[in-house]
């Protein structure tokens, strides 16, 4: 594992001083590939992105495409200085502080992303959707000092700053007045020298979305952004300069940020960002912009199959699905309407992006896949032996990137064994390497002496043509303790009746064994989601467990 640099270029060092010591972190092997082996002890990951992509003259290629606009990396390296100039000389922000990023997707906040950076600050984006109490925790936690902040979004932010004495300003775009951001902005340079970070200096911090307790904080350095692209892109999707990305995800979930940014940036792509992305409107993007990868959910995915005859789709070659298992059901109906096989991956917060994938032939319908280049994954059994092919374990990875908590020891401890990171996950791997997803070590139902996992239930039930969207969850039962119970949304929801639920209970029993029917079905008009795409399968145990109080 590489050695810390003693050298920072962080004046304000409370993340650095607040991070598990090193003794605490997982091994971080970057002697894997060649291009992470190449990474120097000083690295800037905007530099590296967007200022040596200009000055090799490529100033002139087309990053971001948004409504009617068109910028280029040009274009987008000059409003980002400009940024840099109104938080440096007008706010006084210096290396190592820390920002806090709210809006939709929108190019002002991609260029303030690279602006923070630039500055040797800390980027920390939030979903539009978080109230003025969840803000006030995220700042707090991290001792945010300055806010940029879409207009529209303000009401929660003011709020949440009468209780953040940390929090000395306030940023607001999209406003037509003499203090937005983008009026401050006007008078600026175009030229900055962008501070020489290290490569081990703090870059972003990403908090979880709380559904395991209070949201963690998970610090991801300069060199963990490039390596993410490295490997999974590079290796794994293979994006081109003549690429046209888009998407689903918001640039607030790590997800969408990597996509948008170093998974687009690193090999000179460029991309379509959308405010708010839903199926139509994701669909119309691409046939609009003849965009040619896809980032989605398989949610997203699933939801796109109901009206994707509507809209030409051919300009795609690829697709990329994270954030949860891809059904078997999803993947053929999406291959068969736009020829194009789904890239499926699994990645956590605490390693930044996806180290789990296959794409091309290599991709084997209702696996996750392999480790990708530059990682290692075991499956293991409660002993941290590595399980027999095909058997239930933990799923504990190694690679470049890995968990640093921001002052959360006890969590860290929890998190890290033996340099491996404890991902919380249970799977299945095959002969070959192969990752099968059953679920969080927390989510499998245990129901008359079996293990069931919900999401194989799921996958089935998808395949019933009456079904649109479905979650399977565990519910408490006084003689089984637990009984598998769907919470089905229908395509046609006036059909809902005690012969369809028979009906779906025989064709899962058709399809797999028996005991994991679901022995309840709730029709619901709509399932709950998290604000980037999942299906809130904790909330809806929850529900089974206050109905069994109440």
């Known amino acids: 594992m590489p050695q810390r640099t003693a050298y920072t270029a962080h004046k304000d060092t409370f993340i650095r001083d607040n991070m598990p010591p090193e003794d605490q972190w997982p091994e971080m092997d970057y002697t894997t590939l060649p291009e992470l082996a190449a990474y120097p002890a000083r690295l800037n990951v905007a530099a590296e992105l967007l200022d040596k992509t200009v000055a ?16 280029t990396y040009g274009d987008t390296l000059a409003k980002a200085n400009r940024l840099v100039h109104v938080l440096v000389t007008d706010y006084g922000l210096v290396p190592g502080e820390r920002v806090l990023l709210r809006s939709g997707n ?6 303030a992303w690279f602006a923070i950076l630039k500055a040797g600050g800390i980027a920390i984006s939030t979903m539009p959707v978080l109230r003025e109490r969840e803000l006030v925790y995220m700042i707090e936690k991290a001792r945010i000092q300055l806010a940029i ?23 607001y775009f999209g406003r037509d007045d ?13 030229d900055f020298v962008t501070v020489d970070t290290a490569a081990d200096d703090p870059a972003i911090i990403g908090f979880t979305s709380g559904s395991t307790g209070t949201p963690k904080g998970t610090i991801h350095f300069h060199r963990d952004i490039m390596a993410a692209a490295d490997t999974f892109i590079g290796h794994v999707v293979k994006i081109r300069p003549d690429d046209i990305v888009c998407g689903s995800p918001q640039i607030a979930f790590l997800y969408g940020l990597c996509a948008y940014m170093p998974d687009t940036m690193r090999f000179g792509a460029s991309v379509v960002v959308v405010e708010r992305a839903t199926p139509e409107i994701l669909l119309q993007t691409i046939e609009k912009h003849k965009a040619t990868v896809c980032f989605s959910t398989p949610s ?29 059901a999803v993947f053929h109906g999406w291959e068969e309407k736009t020829g194009v096989r ?31 280049p530059g990682f290692q994954v075991r499956v293991v059994d409660a002993d941290f032996n590595d399980a027999k092919p095909g058997e239930i374990g933990q799923m504990i990875v190694k690679g470049p990137n890995g968990c640093r908590y921001l ?66 969850v565990g519910s408490p039962d006084p003689n089984r303790g637990q009984i598998v119970k769907a919470f089905i949304e229908l395509r046609d929801k006036s059909s809902a009746c005690d012969e369809l639920v028979r009906d779906l209970q025989d064709f899962v029993k058709s399809q797999i064994s028996a005991f994991k ?20 399968r904790g909330a809806l145990r929850q529900l089974e467990r206050d109905r069994v109080v109440c």
């Open 342 to 372: 789904i890239i499926n991956g699994l990645g956590i917060s605490e390693l930044l992006h996806i180290f789990i994938s296959a794409s091309g032939d290599d991709i084997r319908p209702g696996l996750i896949g392999k480790a990708i």
């Open 407 to 472: 002052d959360d020891p006890e969590r860290q401890k929890a998190y890290i064994r033996d340099g491996w990171n404890l991902s919380g996950d249970l799977c299945r791997m095959d002969k070959d390497g192969y990752v099968t997803y059953e679920a969080r070590t927390d989510d499998m139902i245990l129901t008359g002496g079996y293990n069931v996992s919900g999401l194989e239930v799921e996958a089935v039930l998808l395949e019933h043509a009456a079904v649109r969207e479905v979650a399977v």
């Open 517 to 536: 029917y679901p022995r309840a079905i709730e029709f619901v008009d709509e399932l709950p989601h998290t604000p980037t795409g999942k299906i809130q």
């Open 149 to 171: 902040c879409d207009n529209k979004l303000s009401k929660d932010i003011e709020k949440a700053k009468e209780s953040a004495p940390d929090l000395r300003a306030i940023l």
């Open 106 to 111: 929108h190019p002002m906040l991609v260029i």
């Open 178 to 190: 003499p203090d937005s951001l983008e009026a401050r902005m006007a008078g600026k340079s175009t």
């Open 56 to 71: 090799t003259g490529k100033g002139d290629r087309p990053y971001i495409y948004f409504g009617d606009e068109m910028w």
């Open 300 to 328: 997203g995915y699933k939801l796109m199959l109901d009206v994707i005859d509507k809209y030409d789709t051919s300009s795609l070659r690829l697709c990329i699905a994270g954030g949860e298992p891809l059904a078997p």
